[in-house]
Structure formats: C-alpha cells, structure tokens
T-cell receptor
Framework: ETGVTQTPRHLVMGMTNKKSLKCEQH?????MYWYKQSAKKPLELMFV???????ENNSVPSRFSPECPNSSHLFLHLHTLQPEDSALYLC??????????????FGEGSRLTVL | TQLLEQSPQFLSIQEGENLTVYCNSS?????LQWYRQEPGEGPVLLVT?????EVKKLKRLTFQFGDARKDSSLHITAAQPGDTGLYLC??????????FGTGTLLAVQP
C-alpha cells in the first residue's frame, strides 16, 4: 500500500441515501484533510483533522459529517445530499497541520454524483 | 478573502512549444506551491517557493516567485504530452491556511 488511498472511486447516490467515503494514509502523517473539487472552482477545504482532533470546519453543511477514528483513517459521511454536491472529493494528508512549506499528499479522489 | 487567480484558464498547444502560466494574489503570501493534477488522479506537488524573487528549475519547468510575494509563474520549455494536466498554485497567507488557485488546464497535443 502506498500514499493515500480513497474508496470508493465512484459513487452514485440518491438524495435520500446515506453513504460514506473512506480515506486511508500509509505515510505516518498527523494531519488529514477533505477537499471538494468542482468544475471551474478552486479546491475548497472542507475539514482538517490534526492528531485526530478537528481543527478546521469551513462552514460545511451538516449533511457532510467527518470522522477521524485514528491518525491513519478519515471518513466523510454523506446524508440527504443535493445535486449541487456532485463533485470530486479529495482526501489529503500532511506531516503536520499548518507548516509553512508543508506538502499535501492527495488521494485519487472519490467522484460523487447525486441524482 | 484571499484569492488566487490563475491565467490562462485553458491552454492547448502542440508538442515542442513553450508556455507560461501565471498565478496572482491580492495578498502577500509566505509560501507558494505548484501542484499538477493528471486526469483521474489527485494533485501532486511540483515545487515550493518561499523567498521573493526565487527561481527554481525542475527539468523543463521553471518556477518564479515575484519580488513582492504576490505572484508566481511557471514556464514549460518544449512541452510534451506527458505535461498535460491541471496546474494549481496554492499559497499560505497570514492565517497559514493553504489556499488553492483556480487552475490552468493544459493540453499538449502530439
């Protein structure tokens, strides 16, 4: 296993479904992130966990619920989503949170389509 | 709100051509990174620059950090199809949050 892995790679769900995105990092990092990537928009930071504690929550609707059970795993629980939530959801990790020159290591993303 | 504008938004060129893409901020930043995202993949870090006026080279890629620490450019010499992808700049400002730019989508035709 290398780097940051995300599952599933593709997800189609109805507005009333409940699903979860999973992220796992094998780099020994202490910070993990969820980003949303939509067409023609900059990458939007959603949540940051540092040492399993949530340190950033950028006004994300409550229909998105993150969970970080340990420093290697990060989940994004999805409930009653809207079609405008369709996007690529990227997980990333870094050695620590907030380092000036810290590098983010991204997973391949989970492509979500909400019908 | 700190914003990072990248230009051009889209660029389609022939193999062997040179190109420059730009990243401009309304604020001074403490560091700037360039990432490349290939189709179906997540972004991958290319370089980090921290000093005003700094120039870094990575094979055929040349990165420059503006003297005023509000802008950056990426120049690619003799582009190849493998350079195709979305180029993202990202800056850290006063809050130390990493803010991403709007991206430049590059297509290099063989």
């Amino acid at each position: 296993e290398t780097g940051v892995t995300q599952t599933p790679r593709h997800l189609v769900m109805g507005m009333t479904n409940k699903k979860s995105l999973k992220c796992e990092q094998h780099l020994g990092h202490n910070a993990m992130y969820w980003y949303k990537q939509s067409a023609k928009k900059p990458l939007e930071l959603m949540f940051v966990y540092s040492l399993e504690e949530r340190v950033e929550n950028n006004s994300v609707p409550s229909r998105f619920s993150p969970e970080c059970p340990n420093s290697s795993h990060l989940f994004l629980h999805l409930h009653t989503l809207q079609p405008e939530d369709s996007a690529l959801y990227l997980c990333a990790s870094s050695q620590a949170f907030g380092e000036n020159t810290g590098e983010l290591f991204f997973g391949e993303g989970s492509r979500l389509t909400v019908l | 709100t700190q914003l990072l504008e990248q230009s051009p938004q889209f660029l389609s060129i022939q193999e062997g051509e040179n190109l420059t893409v730009y990243c401009n901020s309304s604020s001074v930043f403490s560091s700037l990174q360039w990432y490349r995202q290939e189709p179906g993949e997540g972004p991958v870090l290319l370089v980090t620059v921290v000093t005003g006026g700094e120039v870094k080279k990575l094979k055929r890629l040349t990165f420059q950090f503006g003297d005023a620490r509000k802008d950056s450019s990426l120049h690619i010499t003799a582009a190849q199809p493998g350079d195709t992808g979305l180029y993202l700049c990202a800056m850290r400002g006063a809050t130390n949050k990493l803010i991403f730019g709007t991206g430049t989508l590059l297509a290099v035709q063989p």
